[in-house]
């Protein structure tokens, strides 16, 4: 809680709003019921929830993250891609996700830009919702046609390119 509560106060908010807030954001991310727990009781992937209940209960309009799933197991990741889709949703913020994992950029994002090698330039942009649309589903969406074709083109952008990075906004 006071790790959600700590930017808010910035804010100029009281005591109450404060934690009222960081609570909404706690119950939003699934953590209801670990607000009293210290970051070290918490997994790796509980410890990204918290980051991400701090940012929302800052109420951006922009949430970047650089890499957030890089660090946890492969069912946390896919239980964190589904979240964020969720808190995009729910709390009406774009997010531009950097990352290295196509499937995820694919997954998560509305739109992928391949970036080039250094000197680092927008190597591409390739429009996901349009063929993905926005319902999302770890096993179906990525059982898809389309998501193997998108896939494949990310994929070749970035053979193309030395040392690419992706940047996915949604």
Known sequence: MKNVVLPLRSKGMNKLERETRALESLQAVGLSGHERQYPWQLSGGMQQRVAI????????????????????????????????????????????LVTHDIDEAVYLGDEVVVLSGSPTRVRDRIRVDTELGSERDQIATKALPEFGVLRSQVMTLIHESASPQLLTGS
Request: hydrophobic fraction near 50%.
């Open 53 to 96: 209940a701090r940012a929302l209960a800052f109420q951006p309009d922009v949430l970047v993250m650089d890499e957030p799933f890089a660090s946890v197991d492969a069912q946390t990741r896919s239980d964190l891609e589904n979240l964020m889709l969720r808190v995009r949703d729910e709390f009406g913020v774009t997010v531009v």
